[in-house]
């Protein structure tokens, strides 16, 4: 599996809430991640029933932040969010296959008198 993803390794877990984590994570090879605010990680987990891809809002800011990070919120029924946040660890290897997303501001700004983003939900951290 690892030859056909990007390997992510955990550099640092911040709790936020008891049932909420943040991920600081970078490329196993060093190089960056490019990304815009507002999209979301696709990681790849296997389980005894095949693999299962599950999406992550990504919490860092390209323009901000030094690091890359995503942000998962413990669901009763979800299997990975519930590995996450209570089993992940630093050091941990994360299988991706990529970022993606439209939720992001236009490329030119400047053209626009008004923006209006309507989003709702714990996944949403643009």
Request: glycine residues 6%; proline residues 5%.
């Amino acid at each position: 599996m690892e030859e056909n993803y990007t390997t992510y390794i955990i550099d640092k877990i911040i709790e936020e809430t008891p049932d909420t984590k943040t991920f600081v994570i970078s490329k196993e090879d060093q190089t960056p991640t490019p990304y815009l605010s507002g999209q979301f990680i696709t990681f790849v987990f296997n389980s005894v029933s095949g693999e299962h891809r599950r999406s992550f809002s990504i919490s860092s800011a390209p323009c901000c932040d030094k690091y890359f990070s995503f942000t998962v919120k413990k669901h009763e029924n979800g299997n990975f969010s519930r590995y996450l946040v209570e089993k992940a660890r630093i050091g941990e290897r994360l299988f991706s296959i990529g970022v993606n997303g439209f939720f992001t501001l236009p490329e030119d700004i400047t053209v626009y008198k008004q923006i209006f983003f309507i989003a709702a939900g714990s996944g949403i951290t643009p």
